[in-house]
């Protein structure tokens, strides 16, 4: 008996599939009810997430916002009838103390300064996170954010922060003139210029040219600083600094000199074996002790210090991680190529260990940002701290949940973004392929 192959002579049309395989049905198929238990298990959880989600708005949904005390908003709760226990939010408490959670005592009329330095934030973080996106010629706003950050916060005189930027620009100049010289040889030059520059020149400066005219602020007070601009101003200045310095302490760890090596070792170790409260009382109590008679030494910059070195160790490690997962043929390419030490570094092993080690980064920075408040232990009044006074005002005595959950509301918006930020860099940069 012969054999017949069978030969399609017309394509069949393309059909959509079935309603229960595609779409939001489908997905909800396919990851929620693809058998008895998994259906069982998502009515269970959904029903008790609804009823959660049904205690968690009617505390929340009362008309309290212009509850004078405490009193005032269990009367105003006990007239809705909410059952035995009169559940209910407070958010008078929020309405009358929000302000002072958010700027401390920072005088009332100056108000704008914080707010305006926090936006410029913003501009100057846009070359960083978006050079793609925004004009190249904005990096000087970036550069100048630095300086313009702590004028705008503390106040005084213009000319001291323009001070500061001569030292660097003598700094850079003196880097410059050595050219030929060996490279620690001109970052040493560098720095002994900006130093005597900031030491010996930079005050007659500032008379000189104060004599002259200048734009003053009125100067604020440290101990004015507190609520969540406090721990704004600590976070973003030691996230900031602690990645260029982790990114040098790491390359020290793997340096072939035997004394930058045991130096940046040393560092880390100690820093990353000590909790960062224990830093945070010696930079408000012992630091003084080692300081010469009648020395003042700003308490909010002792604690930015603290902070900053603690989460350099930690970045250090971070990124030695990065550079460890780099191939060895990426170091010889780039000795291949006839690269000094640190343009290799700049151009080639850098960029790769750093998107290698953004996850890392990243949680670094979070954790550091809900470290800042730990500084209510030494007598900084952070939000946390705040809520400390509040409570012990009899007119709010007992209130609880709508302070801390106003607080964790404020970090978490901040967290959050920073998450958000890492997970988009990370698709950017196509770190899986």
């Not at 069978?6 to 779409?23: D, H, I, N, T």
């Not at 408490?93 to 108000?111: A, K, M, N, S, W």
């Not at 973080?125 to 503390?154: C, D, N």
């Not at 001291?160 to 970052?187: D, E, H, K, M, Q």
Request: proline content about 5%.
């Amino acid at each position: 008996m012969s054999k017949v192959a069978y030969v399609r002579k017309e394509m069949l049309q393309v059909r959509k599939p079935p309603v229960s395989q595609a779409g939001f049905l489908g997905w909800l198929k396919k990851n929620l009810f693809y058998s008895i238990g998994s259906s069982l298990a998502t009515l269970l959880t959904v029903a008790v997430i609804g009823w959660l989600l049904y205690g968690l708005l009617k505390w929340l949904a009362v008309p309290t916002w212009a509850a004078q005390s405490l009193s005032d908003c269990r009367s105003i709760i006990a007239e809705l009838a909410r059952g035995e226990n009169n559940a209910g939010a407070c958010w008078g408490v929020i309405r009358d103390r929000g302000i002072q959670l958010t700027f401390g005592f920072y005088p009332p009329e100056h108000f704008w300064r914080p707010i305006l330095a926090f936006t410029f934030l913003l501009p100057a973080l846009a070359p960083i996170l978006f050079a793609e996106k925004v004009p190249g010629r904005l990096i000087w706003f970036s550069a100048l954010y630095p300086f313009l950050m702590p004028w705008l916060l503390w106040g005084g005189s213009v000319w001291v922060p323009l001070g500061v930027i001569a030292g660097f620009a003598v700094g850079y100049l003196g880097f410059r003139i050595s050219n030929g010289l060996n490279t620690l040889f001109r970052i040493a030059i560098c720095l002994i210029a900006a130093l005597a520059w900031w030491i010996y020149a930079k005050e007659h400066l500032d008379t000189v040219m104060s004599s002259v005219g200048t734009i003053d602020l009125t100067p604020v007070k440290s101990r004015n600083f507190g609520g969540f601009m406090l721990s704004l101003t600590i976070g973003v200045v030691a996230i900031g600094s602690s990645l260029p310095l982790g990114i040098l302490l790491a390359l020290g760890r793997q340096s072939d000199l035997v004394l930058i090596k045991v130096l940046c070792v040393g560092f880390i170790e100690i820093i990353r074996g000590v909790p960062l409260i224990t830093l945070l009382f010696v930079a408000s109590t012992l630091l003084n002790i080692f300081l010469p008679p009648g020395t003042e030494f700003d308490i909010i910059m002792r604690v930015i210090i603290m902070a900053t070195l603690f989460a350099s160790a930690y970045m250090a490690e971070v990124i030695r991680g990065g550079l460890a997962a780099l191939p060895r043929g990426q170091y010889e390419a780039a000795e291949a190529l006839g690269l000094d030490y640190w343009k290799a570094q700049r151009l080639i092993i850098m960029p790769q260990a750093l998107k290698v080690s953004i996850p890392g980064i990243v949680s670094t920075f979070i954790a550091l940002f809900k470290d800042t408040t730990l500084v209510s232990v030494i007598g900084l009044l952070d939000p946390l701290g705040l809520t400390t006074a509040i409570r012990a005002n009899q007119e709010w005595a007992g209130i609880v949940w709508e302070l801390y959950g106003f607080i964790a509301l404020l970090f978490m918006i901040v967290t959050f973004s920073m998450s958000r930020f890492s997970m988009y860099l990370e698709r950017k940069l196509h770190r899986d392929h």
